[in-house]
């Protein structure tokens, strides 16, 4: 009986209160949604770090006819400067840190630019000659490319050495930067969230005056009076959670799922054992900020 009277009391304050409990709801929508998007881009940009840092190699650029920068004086390298090179990364320092390593010529490199840029003019003006030859280097850890380039820089007839992870890093700062914007808008709408609620209960309290001065007179608790105020604000929040949880849950099956892992087959992509992490802890803070912040404002309100 204490129970009906309770949830009685929460559809009629729900009722009451139609328009503002939409507004909650769109509101814990939309700010939830961000939350869940900025978490799952952060887990993208980290699960694409790992899968482009392990393969990412360092290239040790060999002289050409026109190169005039490192040690290049404007000479190919010769065979005994290459055969220096190969031994150096075939010897005792290096081999330890080296997973494998392939040499290009001029010609492969000239083939794999060819079909970089199959599309592109650029390749009608540029001959083998123009291209490095090139030792590509796995390392087994990529964060010890300082080692190679230390040891290989200074070498004769080798014109730079080349961690490729220095191409990736501005990408993902690029990332990291809409990550933390999303995460700021999500913050500045959580917050309207939280007052928003605050307010819609401190209105659906004044509109019920009467009755709280009854129950008050009769002896009720201030733990029953709180409840029903309290079970609003959750529930239009739980509804705008799981709103939220479903639009995370579409975007990474439509969008990411069956759009970008069908277009960009060479990299790794969240999936949804990941959506399924996200969108619980999504409703888990949805309904936590509610019940928080509904709590405060009726405490307040029956303070007054």
Excluded: H
């Amino acid at each position: 009986m204490r129970l009906g009277l309770v949830m009685s009391e929460v559809g009629s304050g729900l009722r009451r209160n139609a328009s503002m409990v939409v507004s909650v709801v769109l509101v814990t929508f939309i700010s939830l949604t961000f939350v869940g998007t900025a978490i799952l881009l952060q887990m993208q940009i980290n699960q694409m770090k790992g899968y482009w840092y392990d393969r990412a190699q360092v290239a040790v650029y060999l002289c050409t006819d026109t190169d005039t920068t490192g040690n290049c004086t404007g000479a190919k390298a010769t065979d005994d400067q290459r055969k220096q090179v190969e031994e150096q990364l075939k010897g005792s320092t290096l081999a330890p840190y080296i997973e494998k390593t392939y040499y290009e010529d001029q010609q492969q490199a000239y083939d794999r630019f060819k079909q970089q840029f199959k599309d592109s003019p650029a390749t009608e003006f540029v001959k083998p000659e123009y291209l490095n030859e090139t030792y590509w280097v796995n390392l087994k850890n990529p964060s010890q490319a300082d080692v190679l380039q230390e040891s290989l820089s200074k070498v004769a007839g080798v014109q730079s050495v080349v961690d490729q992870r220095g191409y990736l890093q501005p990408i993902f700062n690029l990332l990291n930067a809409s990550s933390y914007t999303a995460i700021g808008i999500a913050a500045l709408m959580l917050i309207a969230a939280v007052l928003l609620i605050a307010t819609t209960i401190r209105l659906s309290a004044f509109s019920r005056r009467r009755e709280l001065g009854i129950m008050r007179l009769v002896g009720a608790s201030n733990r029953f009076i709180q409840t029903p105020f309290v079970l609003e604000g959750v529930i239009a929040a739980a509804i705008g959670a799981v709103l939220a949880g479903g639009a995370i849950t579409a975007v990474v099956w439509f969008f990411v799922r069956n759009y970008l892992t069908k277009r960009f087959s060479g990299t790794a992509f969240i999936g949804m054992s990941d959506a399924a992490v996200v969108v619980p802890a999504v409703i888990v803070i949805g309904v936590v900020l509610a019940a928080v912040s509904a709590s405060i404002a009726i405490r307040r309100y029956l303070k007054v």
